[in-house]
């Protein structure tokens, strides 16, 4: 089993916990979530049992409990006759957020993982027809194209074809590990971005380079991403292993529509409306 973390660090509430984080339990299912995605809690390693959890926090035993059992469910956390609640192996998926702007460096390196590539093609070229009409493009402007097999760990995760303006990236040669670090050095990282996700089929090619097979699951996304002024910064087509990634979104009801938690429960925990 794996050494025991600081309990007492990890969930001390002061950096996690507030009243406009929403409800409660929910908060805590995050830092959890949080702590198993960054490793500070590995696969293996104890949960703090629920009393414990309870006294860190300062939260009730019901909403700790609330918010242990959809990471039980969910497979992340495993229950063990006679010695509690344990980090489950890590499971080969990468679970990532849907909505926030990251980088592929960024959402590794929270996990723990190594990011690293391994380039295929990386120069200035004439655009494609697609890349015309993806950036925006007139047919004599050029485009930067990037593309790389990202790894996580030494593991092969997806492979990336970026196309970008050479008004954005004038040198393909200056990326070194990171494209939005670099493109942060320049004043000229995207801070909004429109993807679509659809479920494919591994090409013979893509496999070999994924070390799966051709006809395997993938999901191939396309991401077009914008500077604040709405010039078009980057469109990447990306091919993931579809064992490899959980793409996560976060839904929230609008604020206008009707609440359906009694206003008096402390917890926010939703409960069934009572029939009859
Ligand atoms: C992500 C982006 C990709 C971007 C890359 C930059 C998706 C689907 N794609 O993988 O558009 O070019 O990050 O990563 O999320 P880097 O800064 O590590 O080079």
Partial sequence: MSPTPDPQALFAPDSWLSDQ???RYLQLKRRIEEAIETRRLAPGSPLPPERELARITGLSRVTVRNAVA????????????GSGRIVAARPGRVSQSLSRLTSFSEDMSRRGAVPSSVWITRGVFLPSPDEIMALGLSPEQSVARLERLRLADGRPMAIERAALPTSILENPMDV???????????????????QHIRAALLSRDDARML??????????????????????????????RGDSYDFVAELTIPQSAPQTAPKNDPEGVPHPTPQG
Wanted: contains cysteine; hydrophobic residues 40%; positive net charge.
């Fill in 21 to 23: 984080g929403g409800p």
């Fill in 70 to 81: 959809p990471l039980v469910a969910a497979g992340l956390i495993e229950q063990r006759r």
């Fill in 176 to 194: 070194e590990d990171s494209l939005y670090d670099l493109l942060a050095r320049l004043g000229r990282r995207p801070v909004r971005a429109v």
């Fill in 211 to 240: 070390g799966a097979d051709a006809g395997d699951a993938a999901l191939r996304i396309t991401r077009i991403s914008y500077l604040a002024s709405g010039q078009i910064a980057e469109c990447t087509r990306s091919v993931y």
